[in-house]
């Protein structure tokens, strides 16, 4: 069984799906709505940007885990004012 952990400490339960952070495992509580998530930087020299993700039904299995992620689809490119972290309406 998977214990992967994400950078809040708990066992991450969802998965990144397409756009700029695709294949990034997190922990997530809710159910519905669209999350706003840090894009991960390959440099310090990099500027911090955010990207948007919608919650969906979608389960996605792998093998060695009991339970499937929650599938988080790339919802589109946040607004230029998006800071991230802020809920986003």
Known sequence: ?????????????AICLGGPCHGLLMHIDQ?????????????REEAESCARYRITRERIRYRGRRE????????????????????VP
């Open 68 to 87: 499937p992620y929650v599938a988080l689809h790339w919802a589109d490119p946040p607004p230029p004012s998006c800071p991230c972290g802020d809920p």
């Open 1 to 13: 069984m998977s214990t992967e952990r994400g950078p809040d400490g708990h066992e991450c339960n």
């Open 31 to 43: 159910d519905i709505g669209i999350l706003v998530v840090p894009v991960p930087r390959h440099s």
